[in-house]
Nanobody, 115 residues
Framework: QVQLVESGGGLVQPGGSLRLSCTASTAMFRIYTMAWYRQTPGKQRELVASISAAGSTTYINSVKGRFTISRDNAKDTVYLQMNNLRREDTAVYYC?????????WGQGTQVTVSS
């Protein structure tokens, strides 16, 4: 069964850091652009950052300079390093291909930024 499993979320104070991980159950994702998305209650899921198979990255404006997406194909894992977290970063974070495939949404990992 093809799965993407997110981990690394938690409760952190404003200004703190977290590193999210997304591990694939198969090597098939190595050739795809992968991305992190996030969703808050009542809002649509939004793209946060993406990374191509070659390592090119994109970010939404609100996280530029604070978040870094990376991948380790040998481990079939994509990371999201989040620094200087803000309350508005609170959300459930998911990984998926870009464009996202409905088949691969996982449970996500909750990130809560609060003092």
């Amino acid at each position: 069964q093809v799965q993407l499993v997110e981990s690394g979320g938690g409760l952190v104070q404003p200004g703190g850091s977290l590193r999210l991980s997304c591990t694939a159950s198969t090597a098939m994702f190595r050739i795809y652009t992968m991305a992190w998305y996030r969703q808050t209650p009542g809002k649509q899921r939004e793209l946060v950052a993406s990374i191509s198979a070659a390592g090119s990255t994109t970010y939404i404006n609100s996280v530029k300079g604070r978040f870094t997406i990376s991948r380790d194909n040998a481990k079939d894992t994509v990371y999201l390093q989040m620094n200087n977290l803000r309350r508005e970063d609170t959300a459930v974070y998911y990984c998926n291909q870009w464009p996202a495939s409905p088949r691969y949404w996982g449970q996500g990992t909750q990130v809560t930024v609060s003092s």
